[in-house]
């Protein structure tokens, strides 16, 4: 039998091993040899997400996972929970709810009064033609009853001729997110307060009403709801972008053709007030490089700042940022490519609220997929891209690549921050992160002082980063990386942290949003 990687039950790595074969058998056998070089994590991310290609992926998982993740069935409390059944009714959805809460629970019609009865301490708002997990009422009767949160809410998934299909595995709470996706009806129970009735019919309305009070919302990482139809659209929330100023901030060191395709896309850019543009050169030399920075001070496009010495990516961004004269610093890497005019304007709108800290952009490969979408924090016992490698397509877990939401942090390849706000956490620490998890760091010194970090999918550029960033690291450059990764977990404690942003059900093993086996 071959040997599981460390942390990784055998049965799961067995079963994983099946799905990438049957999915993708040569990424498969590269993963194999991958690890007998001895690179474990590398290899169970390789077949991770050959597996994750496998449509047999999440019944594999229902039927060898999500049976440890439900209690059994226990009594609940009579008159607890009871169901307010929307758009018409349906013998499935009533059948589903009996099995859950017994046959004596409260089933209401949204559309009528409901005379004297005694309405319950909480209700489940659910549309007709959706089904609850028979675990739902053991799951609720042990929560409820000490929960003093207004909202207690789950994951869901779809049910498609038959079979479970497309799981939305939620965050804990996020404004943001749900405003845009809906996922509380159904996937819900709110105190009644003593009536069924919502504002105009609107539950939705309701449930996030009672989410965005003053307790937080409850959220169980369990798959407790099957819908029998997608969500809704939703308007997604706009924001206007105020008249700012921004020094965006281009780190570099020779490479004189990415350089000039970043700064192109630059100069399409929908600035949303003054800017200015500085090149922190590292000590750069090609002829090329040169030619191109005197051009560009000759023709006042960008400001040269010299910065010579030992590569720290840290050390450029602060002192970038000390020659800045813009109220926003855009932290941007040398090889992104513009796709939309755009995108700094949508960054800028949501990185000027009193609340936000830093801003970053969705980026993508040149192949289309993704590269960044948030940042994990827990990932490897440090931190990772969310969804990294993922196609950016609707469907299983587009919340996560495709709508605007909190993280925890963002990358510094695209970055947009207040500049007070970063001098007033110190800027990035290059002292213990010169290279590597400083935006991470920074990002978390933000959130300490009530900074959060947001993701913004409206914002779309390529990064040409190379696809092989787990490169190996001998010599001086091992031993930076990994006091680095000892600093991040010993300053905040991501080899246990539970991130808030993500979810405990997916594999900490792996970037991509994967349930965990």
């Known amino acids: 039998m071959t040997a599981s990687p460390a942390g990784i039950a055998p049965g799961s790595w067995l079963a994983v091993l099946r799905l990438a074969f049957a999915a993708r058998p040569w990424l498969a056998i590269r993963a194999l040899a991958v690890r007998a070089l001895g690179k474990k994590v590398r290899a169970w991310n390789w077949l991770c997400f050959a597996a994750a290609e496998n449509p047999d992926y999440y019944r594999a998982w229902i039927k060898a996972v999500e049976p440890r993740l439900l209690p059994r069935a226990a009594p609940i409390e009579s008159g607890l929970v009871g169901a307010v059944l929307l758009d018409g009714d349906s013998a499935e959805t009533r059948a589903s709810l009996r099995s859950a809460f017994g046959p004596g629970i409260q089933i209401f019609d949204a559309t009528a009064p409901p005379g004297g009865a005694k309405v319950p301490q909480w209700l489940l708002p659910i549309c007709a033609g959706d089904r609850v997990s028979p675990a739902l009422g053991a799951v609720l009767g042990q929560r409820l009853p000490h929960c003093n949160a207004p909202l207690v809410y789950w994951d869901e998934d779809g049910v498609v001729l038959g079979r479970r299909t497309a799981p939305w595995i939620k965050p804990d709470w996020d404004p943001l997110l749900f405003r ?18 919502a504002p105009r019919g609107d539950w939705f309305a309701l449930a996030l009403h009672r989410a965005e009070g003053a307790a937080a919302p409850l959220h169980l990482p369990m798959i407790l709801t099957h819908r029998s139809a997608p969500h809704a659209a939703r308007t997604r929330p706009t924001v206007a972008a105020p008249s700012v100023s921004i020094s965006v901030l281009v780190p570099t060191r020779d490479r004189a ?29 090609e002829p090329s490089t040169r030619a191109l920075f005197e051009r560009l001070e000759a023709t006042g496009e960008a400001r040269v700042l010299p910065q010579p010495g030992p590569f720290s990516f840290a050390a450029l961004a602060n002192a970038g940022v000390a020659a800045a004269r813009g109220e926003f610093v ?11 005019p755009t995108w700094l304007e949508r960054m800028a709108a949501w990185a000027s609220r009193e609340d936000v800290g830093a801003v970053g952009a969705r980026l993508l490969y040149p192949d289309g997929t993704i590269q960044h979408a948030g940042v994990a924090l827990g990932i490897a016992g440090s931190a990772g891209h969310v969804e990294k490698g993922a196609t950016p397509i609707p469907g299983a877990f587009a919340p996560w690549h495709g709508e605007t939401r909190t993280v925890s942090a963002v990358t510094a390849a695209c970055l947009l921050v207040s500049r007070t706000k ?39 550029l390529v990064h040409h980063e190379s696809r092989s960033r787990g490169r190996v690291r001998r010599g001086p450059d091992k031993v930076r990386f990994e006091s680095e990764i000892a600093m991040l977990r010993a300053r905040w404690g991501t080899e246990t942290v539970v991130d808030r942003h993500h979810s405990p059900l997916f594999d900490l093993k792996s970037e991509r949003c994967l349930l965990a086996f």
Not at 268 to 285: A, K, L, M, W, Y
Not at 330 to 340: H, K, M, Q, R, T
Request: glycine share 12%; hydrophobic share 40%; charged share 20%.
């Open 257 to 285: 053709e990415l350089l000039a395709t970043c700064l192109e896309g630059l100069s399409r850019t929908q600035f949303p007030g003054e800017h200015e543009i500085i090149i922190v050169d590292n000590g750069s030399c």
């Open 180 to 197: 845009a996706n809906g996922g509380l009806v159904g996937s819900c129970v709110l105190r009644s307060g003593g009536s069924i009735d």
């Open 422 to 460: 970063y001098c007033a956490v110190g800027g990035m620490d290059a002292q213990n992160f010169a290279i590597d998890f400083n935006d991470v760091d920074l990002c978390l010194k933000l959130a300490a002082r009530g900074w959060q970090s947001l993701y913004c999918a409206e914002a779309t």
């Open 330 to 340: 855009c932290l941007l890497n040398n090889d992104i490519e513009v796709l939309s």
